[in-house]
């Protein structure tokens, strides 16, 4: 089977690659795919080296699925022409996430909605598939009637240029600066631009992105903020069920729950944190307790690897389901 990573040489798409290995992926042949001053550059993969191609070439190549991380107005330009060539995408871009004729897949969630037609499948951003894969089967049991949600994310989020910018203030080095302000010790609560409604765009695909796959009546409420960690972001949220819940049954929900791990022991200071979600698929929840100022409610918070499971494990998995279900 020949796959195509657009992006490959970016943060996403060298994690994709990593992955497509790691998870044993029937590549037959790789097709790294990026922009003009990358072409000809050489990526090693299983033991074979391939040549970074430009799209065009990469279409001409016929793979069957294109896994981009490559932004949204490239997505907007060459995702179509290579559905239209036959080939699936994946794309991990907010381009087409909100285009109600395109599926919003996180493949513990509505993999099974998935067909031969879908030729743009959507990846949501890596803050709403952390959150819905641990949400989910509490939605299911509760049904959930509202989230408050407050992010603590990882510079990985932003790009190469960020990580630069946190580790030459480390080393007092001045240098390009990916946000407005330092981030080494620092907190800065806007991810994303800002909206009409004061509202961040991250925090605004969260709202909207946790709707279209989860359902239209959760309400949802979000602050995203970015803090000094490489590890991967953390959420900490307040979930309002229409049902009344036992902790108990709740902790064993999430015990089972497929790509879930639960970390939940505070006698023994037992907690998700971003240094234990490095590198690693799992979604980790811990610290659940009563929300004691109203009833039917939880806090809780959640750990992932914003790079993994937040984008190129999602990718991947979704291929792996296409595969294993005949729809490539």
Known sequence: MKIAVVGATGLVGTKMIQILKERNFPVTELIPVASEKSVGKEISFNGTKYKVVGMQTAIDMKPAVALFSAGGSTSLEWAPKFAAAGITVIDNSSAWRMDPSKKLTVPEINANELSRH????????????QMVVALNPLHKKYNIKRIVVSTYQSVTGTGV?????????????????????????????QIDVFTENGYTKEEMKMVNETKKIMGDTIRVTATTVRIPVMGGHSESLNVEFENEFDLNEVRELLKNAAGVVLVDDVKNLKYPMPMDAHDKDDVFVGRLRRDETQEKTLNMWIVADNLRKGAATNAVQIAEYLLNNKLV
Do not use: F, H, W
């Open 118 to 129: 879908d030729k743009i499948i959507a990846n949501p951003n890596c803050s709403t598939i």
């Open 161 to 189: 240029k960020a990580v630069d910018q946190l580790m030459n203030e480390r080393k007092g080095i001045k240098g390009e600066m990916a946000y407005a302000y330092p981030i080494d010790l620092n907190a800065i609560p």
